[in-house]
């Protein structure tokens, strides 16, 4: 069964740090691009950052520079740290996982984890 499991949000002062994590139980985690998107409330879901199977990286404008994304694939797991966080960084935060093989896409969602950035 696939599950992507993510942790490490919570609430943090503007200016500080962050690092989420998702564990992937979804089959050869190396072979999936993985990607972070959030939601705030009232809005749509938006691309943070991803990381390709060849480890290529794709930031949103809005975070470049603070945020970066990284993987581990002996422990099926993406990293997301997260520096210099503005109040506007806050939302539900969610992994992503997707593959196309064969023309067959294999797309997966966490359950999202909550940061919020507030003093």
């Known amino acids: 069964q696939v599950q992507l499991v993510e942790s490490g949000g919570g609430l943090v002062q503007p200016g500080g740090s962050l690092r989420l994590s998702c564990a992937a139980s979804i089959g050869i985690f190396s072979t999936y691009d993985m990607g972070w998107y959030r939601q705030a409330p009232g809005q749509e879901r938006e691309l943070v950052a991803t990381?390709?199977?060849?480890?290529?990286?794709n930031y949103a404008d809005s975070v470049k520079g603070r945020f970066t994304i990284s993987r581990d694939n002996a422990k099926n797991t993406v990293y997301l740290q997260m520096n210099s966080l503005k109040p506007e960084d806050t939302a539900v935060y969610y992994c992503?996982?997707?593959?196309?093989?064969?023309?067959?896409?294999?797309?997966?969602w966490g359950q999202g984890t909550q940061v919020t950035v507030s003093s």
């Open positions: 992503n996982a997707l593959r196309t093989t064969y023309g067959v896409r294999r797309n997966y």
């Open positions: 990381i390709t199977s060849v480890s290529n990286l």
